[in-house]
């Protein structure tokens, strides 16, 4: 759900306070969710479900025989 133009303000102004309060924290926060690790995180999960899913495939193929 996308954020109402007044919500983004407001984050915005969070930011920016929080960049002149804390540089040094801001800087680790925005690095925790940036888009590599997004992409890293969906992969990650995109590959275990896979897995799974190969894995109960086998089990049932198993059971069958």
Known sequence: ?????EEQRILTQIEVRLSEDDPRLAHRLARLGGPRRRARTAALTAAAVIIVLAAIGAAIAAAAL
């Open 1 to 5: 759900m996308a954020l109402s133009m």
